[in-house]
């Protein structure tokens, strides 16, 4: 048995769930349910729409590259049935998909704090080149009080040591 | 259902739109298309002459699927705005794949398992 993913959203269709389109050139479509057939009439293109997986991993809202990735394929091959290797697969999918959701937290938390600090930058250079707009360049040059002093720091300087008895 | 109704004020719904619902899906698909584009020129199927076709089947436009009766026609759907969008959108990234989708979704590449004859 095979479990497919759907064309448009990405998710898993299990059996006897969605529907499936085949096209005049045998190729197939499989789609989860209405929603994704529906859009998939609309010749809508499943990179644009937002609540897709497609949109998610080229926008870079989910993770791209893991090793994780790398155990669940399509094969297209016969796989010899061996029980102990069955066995170990049964206790290693938990353990691989509890790994996963820990990487996708992180990743979503690196996410979002990259951003922060993107915007902040961004918003710091906007002011820099814009301040023109607010105050006149030459006000600038006639009142330097406008601008932020330049602050000297000396990095390392030894000082006297001098033991003052702390008082109350 | 649908069919003729003149007689309605707004001038859209006076007629169904089915066959243009059907129509949409006599064209190409879009992988096909674009498959098409990026072949080198001498794979390219030549055009066959058609009756049935507009213009025997001579003047055909391959990023829309279209045929045209004669070549000011397709000249002029060359210049449309409609084909410059179609044109520009089959000049960027693949269309969307079952394969995009698996990979999407978290899965590998397909496994097709050792090559069995060396070419």
Redesign the interface.
């Known amino acids: 048995m095979r479990l497919e993913k759907c064309w448009f959203c990405s998710s898993t269709v299990y059996p006897g769930h969605g529907i499936q389109f085949v096209r005049n050139d045998a190729k197939i479509f499989r789609f989860c349910r209405s929603k994704c057939h529906k859009n998939f009439k609309m010749k809508r293109n499943p990179r644009k729409v937002k609540w897709t997986k497609a949109y998610r991993r080229v926008h870079g809202k989910d993770m791209t590259k893991d090793s994780t990735f790398e155990f669940e394929r399509k094969r297209n091959r016969p796989e010899r049935y061996d029980r102990n290797v069955k066995e170990d697969v049964l206790k290693a999918i938990p353990k691989i998909a509890k790994i996963r959701a820990i990487r996708e937290e992180t990743h979503h938390k690196k996410m979002k704090q990259g951003k922060h600090e993107k915007l902040r930058r961004e918003a710091e250079k906007e002011l820099k080149q814009g301040i023109n707009m607010v105050k006149a360049p030459s006000v600038f040059q006639q009142d330097p009080s406008y601008t932020l002093p330049a602050i000297k720091v000396k990095v390392s300087q030894q000082k006297s040591v001098e033991n003052h008895p702390m008082e109350e | 259902m649908g069919g003729k109704c003149p007689h309605r004020h707004v001038k859209k719904r006076r007629y169904s739109h089915k066959t243009a619902r059907r129509t949409?899906f006599l064209n190409m698909?879009?992988d096909?298309v674009y498959a098409q584009l990026n072949k080198p020129d001498e794979e390219r199927i030549p055009l066959p002459v058609d009756e049935d076709l507009p213009g025997m089947g001579q003047y055909y436009c391959l990023h829309c699927d279209r045929y045209f009766s004669n070549v000011a026609v397709r000249d002029e759907h060359f210049k449309s705005k409609r084909h410059k969008k179609r044109a520009k959108q089959m000049m960027g990234p693949a269309?969307?794949t079952?394969l995009?989708?698996?990979?999407?979704?978290?899965?590998?590449?397909?496994?097709?398992?050792p090559k069995l004859m060396s070419m």
Do not use: I, V
């Open positions: 949409k698909g879009d096909l269309p969307h079952q995009d989708a698996d990979l999407a979704a978290g899965m590998g590449m397909p496994d097709n398992g």
